[in-house]
């Protein structure tokens, strides 16, 4: 059974960085395509990057696209997510997902099997 677990967040003023870390235990994470969604409060879950199992591929929410980069080590099954120039919209709970298989996307989070329980981060003066 994969396990995964979230951390790095926390709060930070709007302009600043976070770096949240996804690290997996249980199974090879090299074998799943990996997404970072968040969810804000009265909001629906959105998907904020994906990338795929080898790293090759990263696809990016436009609201995020230009401040957040989203790598993998999968020599320490973990993979992260750089968030600069936060912006109080982007304050939610944050959550890494893995689906089996080479890439999935960011528009139904059921692609994704195993979910950690997420992380949050506060953007505010």
């Known amino acids: 059974q994969l396990q995964l677990v979230e951390s790095g967040g926390g709060l930070v003023q709007p302009g600043g960085s976070l770096r949240l870390s996804c690290a997996a235990s249980?199974?090879?994470?090299?074998?799943?395509?990996i997404a970072w969604f968040r969810q804000a409060p009265g909001k629906d879950r959105e998907g904020v990057s994906c990338?795929?199992?080898?790293?090759?591929?990263?696809v990016y929410a436009d609201s995020v696209k230009g401040r957040f980069t989203i790598s993998r080590d999968n020599a320490k099954n973990t993979v992260y997510l750089q968030m600069n120039g936060l912006d109080p919209e982007d304050t939610a709970i944050y959550y890494c997902?893995?689906?089996?298989?080479?890439?999935?996307?960011?528009?139904?989070?059921?692609?994704?099997?195993?979910w950690g329980q997420g992380t949050q981060v506060t953007v505010s003066s």
């Open positions: 997902a893995a689906a089996p298989g080479v890439m999935s996307g960011l528009v139904d989070p059921r692609e994704y099997a195993y």
């Open positions: 990338i795929s199992n080898s790293g090759d591929t990263t």
């Open positions: 249980g199974r090879t994470l090299a074998y799943y395509s």
